[in-house]
């Protein structure tokens, strides 16, 4: 079924409070879960050729050290076990597999990767290990029939996609017989799920429009030979699904093959630090993106009280990172839902509850989500982020323009 509709989102944001959750008198555990602590588990590619998303996990371990100063989730530590995956799925099953049987984790928390998360997403649903909020768009981690223990969190990419082919039929609207789109997609289900997406956004009559749809490996050292063959193609819109250290690769042979198309990248690698700085502002320019996470990069935030809070938290707990790598605040953001979580499970630390309180988000804003995006979750909608705002780049940072794009609803 298609997931594609656009509403704009209005109103004023919720004020966001970690309140916990009437808790009976007597405490129910499950594995992972004392008195003293709960543990979290985690794997993240730390090496690899996407290690730039290393940041993420490092950034989750400094938010949850920063809970534990100040008292830790009711009272309790977060003990928050990561391993390196390097994002090889057979290694993810290995670490995965430990984290749960070996390691007694409560949840697995914020695995990275399509590949990663599929390999083990059956076994973790056997096992009924919550896999919570997982760190990656694809559709399938929305599917509570059939996988009552994934959740996503960020916005799924097939939305993404569709909301980006619709602001380009919209941009071409008055001579769509000259338009001509080339896709680079990375060769997993996350690129079939961006592919899908912009196709579905285009509708059918309009996919005769696209003049190349050309994969990447992520252990491929270079897509100079993708970009070549799209811009042979003849397209003059361009869709970059790929990983920051493609993706930079990327837009640096756009520039010096003088082609210039209106770029379309996908938030995956949107990072100010990871893609665009490598790649060159001056190459990096006028390309467009989705944001739902307040940029490091853009001094209009810089006033916000839970801007204020995060950069506090880097300069204490993060201080040699770069604060322009959106996987700090990603990191933040998404380590803020699973406190609120934790904390409206109170004393009922059972896997069952917790599933039960992240689908029963209704309206709440997180630290650093863009004001009017909030979660909302039901025990039939396991998509928690499900709106977005376009940005370009201006040669410094994103700037927001048009409305929310919301897919809630549909």
């Known amino acids: ?199 579905d956004g285009l509708g059918k009559e309009n996919q005769k429009c696209v003049t190349a749809k050309v994969s990447y490996e992520v252990t491929d050292p270079t897509v100079d030979s993708q970009i070549i063959q799209i811009k042979n193609s003849g397209a003059n819109v361009f869709f970059n699904h790929s990983a920051p250290k493609a993706a930079a690769q990327a837009i640096r042979k756009v520039a010096d093959l003088g082609w210039k198309p209106a770029h379309y990248l996908a938030n995956v690698a949107a990072s100010v630090a990871a893609t665009l700085k490598p790649a060159g502002f001056d190459n990096s320019t006028g390309i467009i993106t989705a944001a739902y996470l307040k940029d490091a990069t853009d001094p209009q935030w810089a006033d916000y009280p839970d801007f204020k809070e995060w950069q506090a938290w880097m300069k204490k707990y993060l201080p040699d990172a770069n604060p322009a790598d959106s996987g700090n605040t990603y990191a933040y953001a998404v380590s803020a839902t699973m406190r609120h979580v934790l904390t409206q499970c109170g004393d009922t630390l059972t896997r069952g509850n917790l599933m039960k309180q992240a689908a029963s988000m209704k309206g709440l804003e997180v630290p650093l989500l863009l004001p009017g995006i909030k979660i909302n979750t039901s025990p039939t909608d396991f998509y928690p982020i499900q709106s977005i705002r376009l940005a370009k780049f201006d040669g410094e940072k994103w700037a927001l323009f048009g409305d929310v794009l919301s897919n809630e609803g549909s």
């Open 1 to 199: 079924m298609s997931r594609i509709s656009r509403r704009t989102v209005v109103g004023s944001a919720a004020a966001f409070a970690f309140a916990p959750a009437i808790a009976g008198a007597q405490k129910k555990y499950e594995p992972g879960a004392t008195d003293k602590e709960i543990k979290l588990g985690h794997t993240n590619p730390y090496s690899g050729p996407l290690s730039a998303y290393g940041t993420i996990g490092k950034a989750i371990t400094a938010y949850w050290q920063m809970v534990n100063d100040t008292g830790g989730v009711n009272g309790r530590k977060i003990n928050f076990i990561t391993y390196d995956d390097g994002f090889v799925p057979s290694k993810t099953v290995e670490m995965v597999r430990k984290l749960v049987e070996d390691d007694q984790v409560f949840a697995i928390y914020q695995l990275l990767g399509t590949p990663t998360n599929t390999v083990v997403q059956k076994y973790l649903n056997q096992r009924k290990v919550p896999q919570l909020f997982v760190a990656t768009g694809a559709s399938k981690w929305g599917m509570p029939k059939e996988f009552p223990w994934t959740m996503g969190w960020q916005p799924d990419y097939h939305t993404e996609a569709a909301i980006y082919a619709k602001h380009v039929l919209a941009a071409w609207k008055d001579r769509l017989s000259e338009l001509k789109i080339g896709m680079l997609y990375q060769n997993d289900d996350s690129g079939k799920d961006y592919i899908g997406g912009f196709l």
